[in-house]
């Protein structure tokens, strides 16, 4: 799929079960590749824009796409924005991590020797 604004191409690596529609920097992608000079007609607006390399997906939806050419339009789904992978890991490792350690909870050995001297 290509981008209607900007240089951004992706490739489906998972499919939605239902009719989806995929943006980058605002415009609905296209299976037809546009002219250089269309590509860039459109400009998308700064964003956080894809990576190459990178996955992005919707888990809800079951969509997976991998950025084959990087662009600063950012990838959305059904008007919502779509995390690479690496994002989302990051972030649900960062919740569990933070449930595990017990952080914001005082367990109220801060400050105390550790029993084996350390």
């Known amino acids: 799929m290509y ?10 690596v998972r499919a939605s079960e239902g009719d989806v529609t995929v943006t980058c920097g ?15 007609a459109g400009a998308a607006p700064p ?4 990576l ?16 084959t050419k ?3 339009g950012a990838l959305a789904v059904n008007g919502a924005p779509l995390g690479d992978q690496a ?7 960062g919740l569990t991590n933070t449930h595990r350690n017990g952080a ?13 001297g350390r």
Request: glycine fraction near 14%; charged fraction near 25%; aromatic fraction near 2%.
């Open 70 to 72: 990087a662009g600063p």
């Open 3 to 12: 981008s209607a604004v900007d240089s951004t191409a992706v490739i489906v």
């Open 104 to 116: 914001g909870h005082d367990s109220g050995d801060e400050g105390r020797p550790h029993p084996g």
């Open 26 to 40: 605002g415009a609905e992608m296209t299976t037809e590749k546009p002219d250089a000079a269309e590509a860039g």
């Open 52 to 67: 190459l390399g990178k996955r992005y997906t919707d888990e809800e939806l079951g969509l997976e796409l991998l950025c």
């Open 47 to 50: 964003q956080d824009g894809t």
């Open 87 to 93: 994002s989302q890991a990051t972030a649900r490792v």
